[in-house]
């Protein structure tokens, strides 16, 4: 995790990732999260796993309203840590997917396939005040509160717009719920990301603004914010 101006200690989320040679960059640079996309309507979208690749960073598994055996396949093949639920997905597909998910890891104990701890993040579309009243519905009890949030920008998209919305709304959230800043940070936003705070911000997600192409990051870009950052 990296130290910013505030003195809190942000992790670093890259989102889109699929060439094996990229993730690899992405691992010598100490990346916290590494996201792969497995919405078939994405540029990003991830088809098969890129070989064997080191696991450093941890693994997020992005989805779009998508059932149960679908994820439960991408867990195994891509050994995920995080699910990112990325849809229209309601509190009661969360509760449904613990369920199952505790299930499935129970049958593949002797495997040690599916962890038993794998965690979720439910993204919200963000424009206004107003739309944080989303985040409460899921945070109403345990079994459809999801473990993270990812704020995002409300858009045309689903993510990966490359805008951003008003950060001030986010004053506005008093969840207990922790969440990743997301929605078109870019390598000018460094000095914002450092001073930027809010109690439950643990986190940042960078993706399209990065990119040479869709899914391959500028390794270069990156370390190179993460340092600004750093300073």
Known sequence: MIETITGNKILIKVCGMREAENIRKMEVLRIDWLGFIFAPQSPR????????????????????DA????????????????????????????ARLREELSE?????????????FIQIMK?????????????????????????????????????????????????HYHGSIPFLLSGGIGPEDAERVKVFYHPQCIGIDLNSRFEIAPALKDVALIRRFMGEIKT
């Not at 409300?154 to 004053?171: E, I, P, Y």
């Open 123 to 171: 993204a919200i579309s963000i424009e206004t005040e107003e739309d944080l009243a989303t985040a409460e519905l899921y945070a109403q009890n345990a079994e459809t509160a999801p473990d993270y949030f990812l704020f995002d920008t409300k858009g045309k998209l689903a993510g990966g717009n490359g805008t951003q919305f008003d950060w001030s709304v986010l004053s």
């Open 67 to 94: 059932d149960t055996d679908e994820i439960i396949r991408r867990i195994r093949e891509f050994r995920l840590d995080i699910l990112q639920l990325h849809g229209s997905e309601s509190p009661e597909y969360i």
């Open 104 to 116: 499935a890891a129970e049958k593949a104990y002797r495997s040690s396939r599916i962890s038993p």
């Open 45 to 64: 979208y991830v088809e098969k796993c890129p070989g064997r690749l080191r696991k450093r960073a941890k693994r997020v598994g992005v989805f779009m």
